[in-house]
């Protein structure tokens, strides 16, 4: 590639980098958060869930705006929505106006990621280039998700509101960098139409669904069957308003692709059971051992390990051996590594940790650039948008997912007990996601492995008839 099209990589690289910052370094700075702004355990998930719900949420009339309004005016103008709200939040003096000004940063992001994912898309020719760029821009991503956790610890050492302050500085020079950069684009030709209906329908779901899961433990069980009902309900109306609506959020018919559809479920659970093994990993460190935010930090940093990875190794693999077979191995990979810290002990040394963090490392790595791949591959280029904004959404929305049944199950199991069995009930969930997300991928494979060899039987019977 040209100097200029790694200046814009990098640059596009560097605004999902501080994306995957900004979602995992809370992880490190909620006791200290909890301690300054007096929240319990249920309402401290909130400030991850209400960044991932926003993001989730409209991410997909994100992806459509970046195809319909122009890339490049989303990626700049929601950038610097993105600036406000982060700074805002740095202000915030109870935990309700913290919560809110996390879900307007998520919504900006929820703009800004397929815009920068389908730039790479539409910018890079398709084959071994694209192919590249989009291992780089995933590697930053993972990257930023992982390095998220010291950068954290060291920001919170400090002030926990620098964790909001440091993003608004790192987002502005990316913002002086973009403007010259991207290339302008065209809008789509005549009126543009946005299903904002179905944005608030799907949004609403994934909150009271959350909501649900959250509070199971804490309230009665008519309030939690009232809220999942009404999840439910929403989930149908967002279905029937995009099979009516002229310009639809989605384009139902795009999930007929079964390699999409497996793609979003590895997604999902992927970082799903990531955000609740981090969740119960600081609480663990901090709360029950003691350590410091900055040790904290410098423990997880082991995990960011796929930061380089991701770029250099995958790659490789994924030329050697195809893009399923390396997801396969990654999910395996950080199921096992889940699976080391069943046993926690309250003795545990960081010589103890540290196979189970540097698996999860390398088990991102293999995983997370390749379901990118996975997820935008044979996609239309006027659909590309789209699809990375289900892929954002499989992301975002298993991150409050798994984070809430993670806290959940902890919730429940602390009444009355130590907090360590908690712990180590919790520990289980992650362990179940990457488990079913490994099985979805394998039966994927062998789905593959039969269709290649009919086919090859059947070019090889034609040969032989011919």
Do not use: K
């Amino acid at each position: 590639m040209r100097t200029r099209s790694w200046a814009l990589l990098s640059v596009l690289c560097g605004a999902i980098f501080l994306e995957g910052v900004d979602i995992s370094m809370m992880g490190v700075a909620l006791p200290a958060i909890r301690a300054d702004l007096g929240l319990s355990t249920a309402a401290l998930q909130w400030v991850v869930s209400g960044y991932v719900l926003g993001y989730g949420g409209f991410v997909l009339l994100g992806g459509r705006a970046a195809d319909l309004l122009g890339r490049r005016r989303m990626f700049v103008g929601w950038l610097v929505v993105f600036i406000g709200f982060s700074g805002l939040g740095g202000l915030a003096t109870e935990g309700w106006m913290l919560i809110l000004a996390r879900f307007a940063t998520g919504v900006a992001a929820a703009f800004l990621a397929p815009a920068g994912l389908s730039i790479i898309t539409t910018t890079f020719p398709e084959g071994a280039a694209r192919d590249r760029a989009v291992l780089v821009y995933a590697g930053a991503a993972a990257g930023g998700f992982s390095l998220g956790m010291v950068v954290g610890g060291l920001l919170t050492s400090v002030d926990w509101r620098w964790v909001f302050f440091a993003p608004v500085v790192m987002a502005s020079l990316l913002l002086a960098a973009a403007v010259p950069l991207i290339p302008r684009d065209v809008p789509a030709a005549g009126r543009a139409r946005f299903d904002v209906p179905g944005t608030l329908a799907l949004t609403g779901a994934m909150l009271l669904l959350v909501v649900s899961v959250v509070h199971l433990p804490e309230v009665a069980p008519w309030l939690t069957l009232t809220t999942l009902a009404g999840s439910l309900a929403l989930f149908a109306t967002f279905v029937r308003v995009q099979r009516r609506s002229p310009a639809p959020l989605m384009r139902l018919g795009i999930l007929r692709s079964v390699p999409l559809l497996r793609a979003n479920v590895g997604a999902f659970l992927l970082v799903g059971g990531f955000m609740g093994f981090q969740f119960i990993a600081v609480l663990y460190l901090q709360e029950l051992r003691g350590w410091s935010e900055i040790e904290t930090g410098l423990a997880l940093a082991v995990i960011g390990i796929d930061a380089i990875l991701a770029p250099t190794l995958t790659p490789h693999l994924v030329a050697r051996f195809g893009n399923h077979r390396v997801i396969a191995a990654g999910l395996a990979l950080v199921a096992l590594a889940f699976a080391w810290f069943l046993p926690l002990g309250l003795t545990w040394s960081f010589l103890t940790l540290l196979p189970g963090l540097v698996a999860i490392g390398f088990g991102f790595a293999l995983a997370y650039g390749p379901l990118t791949i996975a997820a935008t591959d044979d996609v239309a280029a006027d659909e590309q948008g789209l699809a990375s904004g289900i892929l954002t959404t499989s992301f975002q929305f298993g991150s409050a997912l798994g984070l809430a049944v993670t806290t959940a199950v902890v919730v429940a199991v602390a009444d009355g007990r130590a907090p360590l069995d908690s712990y180590r009930a919790g520990l289980l969930v992650p362990v179940a996601a990457l488990v079913i997300a490994s099985l979805v991928t394998v039966a994927g494979l062998r789905r593959r492995a039969r269709s290649e060899a009919l086919q090859s039987s059947g070019v090889s019977g034609a040969s032989q008839r011919h």
